[in-house]
Structure formats: structure tokens, C-alpha cells
């Protein structure tokens, strides 16, 4: 389905106190601008917290999951990537009667992701990515080894990486790469809906249990 561009999609995004402009700017710096974002009553809310985790989802689409998980878990600072400014608008007007101050948003390119952050994300997701099913396309699956090798610099100590997937070969790819790159295979599941993992489901995630599909799922840390 082609995308439907939104118009002023630009205008629409740096209105938003959710949406961060220029993110590369913010290299380092990821928990104060989350501190900074906050009114003086919350300030006081994060003093107790200090340095409170950050996670980050590669493709975060219309932003669903990550705005149920910033209100599920008010401890934990979480940032949505996303690369197409009309996708991520949909995103943002989502939260317009929202109060996150724990949720930001930015517009960026994921082969690039380790010149926005740089030892600061505790867990990375990886939901439902395009699995690039062409052997000549390797290369940008999410979970191939340069991403893998790319991803290192941004974590702050585990690396942990949690992905979601209807794609079993994706899936397979992606699990013997994690074992590779010297990742534990912590939690497997093939058919997530039916396991006791805990979950927030995505949009896409919901379309495809409706139609039958599994859902394949993996938590890895190292």
C-alpha cells in the first residue's frame, strides 16, 4: 500500500512538544532533554529516579506500542524512530490529549542511529521490521550483522535487544545473527499471543493475529 503523504507533515511534527528536531544535537545529552521536558512538580519525580533508563524503538510507525509502554512503565524515558515524517505525524497526533513527559519522537535514519546516541539506551525494539527478503538486501535488515556491530556504541551497559515478527525467516536470520555477535537467547517464543510473555501490541501486530498469522518473538542480551 503506498504511503499517503501528509501535508505539512514538517510543521506538523515541530509543533509537537513530543517531536525532537535535529536529534544528532542530542548525543549524550538523551536524559536531559528528557529533564527538561518536564514541569517543575515532575523535575522534582525525576531527581529520585537520577538517570532512569531509556528505550528506544527502530520503526515505530503510528507509535501505538510505544505510547501504551510510556504509560505502562512512568519509570522509563522511551524514543520512537521513525523515518517518514507522515508516518510519524500520525504518531504525534495521537498524543494531543496526552500527558508523557517520559515519550519523544524523532525523524532519523536507522543505518545512522549511532550518530544520535551514544551509550545511553538499556533496551532496544525491534518491531515488525521490513525483512528486506531479497538476499541482495541483506545488508538492511534491522538485525544483520553491520546494524548489530552499529548498535553496540549506543547501549549504556547490558545490550539488550527484544524484536517481533510475523516473518519466520526474518526471524531465523535474525536469531542466528544475535547468537553470533555473542548475544543469550534469553526468552523464544514462536507464537507470542498464546505464551505468558508479557505484551503491547503494535497495529501491525493486531492486523495479523486477526488474519492467523504467529507471532515470533525474542529477547537477547549481552
Not at 542530542?26 to 538517570?51: A, I, M, P, R, T
Amino acid at each position: 500500500m503506498r504511503l499517503r503523504k501528509v501535508k505539512n507533515a514538517k510543521e506538523i511534527l515541530m509543533a509537537s512538544p513530543y517531536y525532537i528536531d535535529k536529534p544528532f544535537e542530542k548525543k549524550g545529552k538523551w536524559n536531559k532533554v528528557f529533564n527538561e521536558s518536564l514541569s517543575l512538580q515532575d523535575q522534582d519525580w525525576f531527581q529520585n529516579y537520577f538517570n532512569p533508563k531509556i528505550h528506544l524503538e527502530i520503526g515505530c510507525g503510528k507509535g501505538q506500542f510505544l505510547i501504551e509502554m510510556a504509560k505502562a512503565y512512568p519509570d522509563i524515558n522511551f524514543i520512537g524512530m521513525e523515518y517518514q515524517e507522515s508516518v510519524l505525524v500520525r504518531a504525534i497526533q495521537k498524543l494531543e490529549e496526552e500527558h508523557l513527559p517520559n515519550l519523544k519522537f524523532i525523524c532519523w535514519e536507522a543505518s545512522t542511529v549511532d550518530s544520535v546516541f551514544c551509550e545511553e539506551i538499556d533496551t532496544l525494539y525491534l518491531n515488525f521490521s521490513d525483512p528486506w527478503p531479497k538476499k541482495k538486501h541483506a545488508k538492511r535488515r534491522l538485525t544483520s550483522p553491520d546494524f548489530l556491530d552499529a548498535y553496540n556504541s549506543i547501549f549504556k551497559d547490558q545490550k539488550t535487544i527484544i524484536l517481533k515478527t510475523d516473518n519466520i525467516l526474518l526471524f531465523g536470520y535474525s536469531l542466528e545473527n544475535l547468537s553470533k555477535a555473542g548475544y543469550i537467547l534469553e526468552r523464544v517464543s514462536l507464537d507470542l499471543e498464546n505464551s505468558e510473555i508479557p505484551n503491547i501490541k503494535t497495529e501491525y501486530e493486531e492486523k495479523f493475529i486477526k488474519l492467523g498469522y504467529k507471532i515470533n518473538y525474542v529477547k537477547a542480551v549481552k
